[in-house]
């Protein structure tokens, strides 16, 4: 488990978090969405072991982080700005890593060679952006880490790389039970990698959500009735939103899908269609005001 708990870190005068707390259960995907400077990137560093924060507590596998070498020996980082030794090749990393980190596994640095397909005889440094983005996951992959932590990992990489990365990182969470922190400006961009969802903005922690509970949970509803509309279709169910367009009704609605397709039936609908709802969606009619002044900040 990861923990951040109640951590605040002021850089001069100025507050980047504020009383920040998550928690990243074993074995799952945690994403850390925010605007620029919302605090994401001082967050992670603090969970890292690079910086030290001024209130708060840090533990990874229950033990604090901060010049920890046994954690840290456990635990990889990457950083929105890489940074490798001049001079060196992915070869020339890879035996660097493999004198420090115990869990080196060099079977899945050579099998990992065909889902990245860079040379790794050529210098990082002379690499484009995404290549050395590339090369980064290659190297902390084949580290085995039991913890992940990933600042803006996946920009720069193109739509094909992106999904075999989040392929990856999801084979080893579920292989090994890794347990990864992921930081993002798009909500978008994490709904299919993460469980768990927490939305930093201004260095305030906003709002923590576990997605499957959160998707099985709300529904969106399409329904239209022959003549007059029933007055209420769905009894003390919470209704998060209603909409009339013609004489189709949509409905968000929070409860049990089969419970809300039995209310519906009640009143013989000539028309009744869930449709999926996109993650975004859930976030702004789940907050309320709040969800609509947070979709122009991260999305
Ligand atoms: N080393 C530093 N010295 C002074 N201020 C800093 C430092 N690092 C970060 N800050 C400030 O802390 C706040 C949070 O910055 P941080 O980099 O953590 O945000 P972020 O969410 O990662 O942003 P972005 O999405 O733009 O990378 C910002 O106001 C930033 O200016």
């Not at 290549?131 to 720069?156: C, H, K, N, V």
């Not at 347990?179 to 299919?192: A, F």
């Not at 859930?282 to 900040?297: D, Q, R, S, T, V």
Request: proline share 2%; with cysteine; charged share 25%.
């Amino acid at each position: 488990m990861i923990e951040a708990k109640n951590i605040s870190k002021n850089f001069a005068d100025s507050a980047a978090l504020t009383d920040v707390s998550i928690k990243v259960k074993k074995g799952s995907i945690y994403g850390l969405v925010g605007s620029n400077g919302a605090g994401k990137t001082t967050l992670l560093k603090i969970l890292a072991g690079v910086y030290r924060q001024d209130l708060g507590e840090v533990l990874i596998d229950n033990q604090k982080v901060f010049e920890n070498i046994a954690i840290k020996s456990r635990t990889v980082f990457i950083p929105d700005s890489l940074y490798f030794f001049s001079q060196y090749t992915v070869q020339d990393m890879a035996k660097f890593y493999q004198r420090i980190y115990a869990n080196w596994n060099e079977e899945r640095y050579q099998k990992l060679k065909d889902a990245f397909r860079l040379d790794e005889h050529k210098k990082i440094q002379q690499m484009s952006k995404g290549m050395q983005r590339q090369a980064a996951f290659w190297l902390a992959l084949s580290i085995t880490p039991d913890f992940l932590l990933l600042d803006e990992p996946l920009d720069g990489l193109d739509p094909v790389m992106r999904q075999k990365v989040k392929n990856l990182i999801i084979q080893d969470t579920a292989a090994r039970e890794m347990t990864v922190l992921i930081s993002s400006h798009n909500l978008r961009e994490l709904e299919d990698l993460c469980d768990c969802v927490g939305i930093l903005h201004q260095g305030r922690s906003v709002v923590e959500k576990d997605l499957d509970a959160l998707k099985s949970d709300i529904h969106k509803i399409q329904v239209a009735f022959q003549g007059d509309l029933p007055a209420s279709i769905f009894g003390n169910k919470h209704v998060l939103y209603q909409e009339k367009r013609g004489s189709v009704l949509l409905f968000i609605i929070r409860g049990k899908k089969e419970e809300i397709i039995k209310d519906s039936y009640q009143y013989q609908p000539v028309l009744l269609d869930i449709l999926p709802l996109t993650l975004e969606e859930i976030f702004i009619y789940e907050m309320g005001g709040i969800g609509y002044e947070i979709k122009n900040i991260i999305f």
